[in-house]
């Protein structure tokens, strides 16, 4: 079991910078689950943004976020970050993070969710 709580949301202008982080809870090692970022807005499916393999050593974005976004992660303090840069309003949605032991970008297959926390990107 797995509990994962957000942070770091909030209100940005366009061009600005937020650091969202998740600190997870497990009785299980933390280092053997790979991390992922998801984010939604209403009416629309969970998007995949972000993922990072349990050793920190591969990582993955979605088209629209790469070279804006990074995703990191610190297992000595159990927690995975997403540092986004030049945010577009287009970026403006709840962000959510997931853990699973298998490496996926389908929103399907990650078992563990945090409840999310909302970037919205001024314009």
């Known amino acids: 079991q797995v509990q994962l709580v957000e942070s770091g949301g909030g209100l940005v202008q366009a061009g600005g910078s937020l650091r969202l982080s998740c600190a997870a809870s497990?009785?299980?090692?933390?280092?053997?689950?790979?991390m992922g970022w998801f984010r939604q807005v209403p009416g629309k499916d969970r998007e995949f943004v972000a993922h990072i393999s349990w050793s920190g050593g591969s990582t993955y974005y979605t088209d629209s976020v790469k070279g804006r976004f990074t995703i990191s992660r610190d297992n000595a303090k159990n927690t995975v970050y997403l540092q986004m840069n030049s945010l577009k309003p287009e970026d403006t949605a709840v962000y959510y993070c997931a853990a699973d032991p298998r490496w996926t970008y389908s929103s399907r297959e990650y078992e563990y969710w945090g409840q999310g926390t909302q970037v919205t990107v001024s314009s």
């Open positions: 497990t009785g299980r090692t933390f280092s053997t689950y790979n």
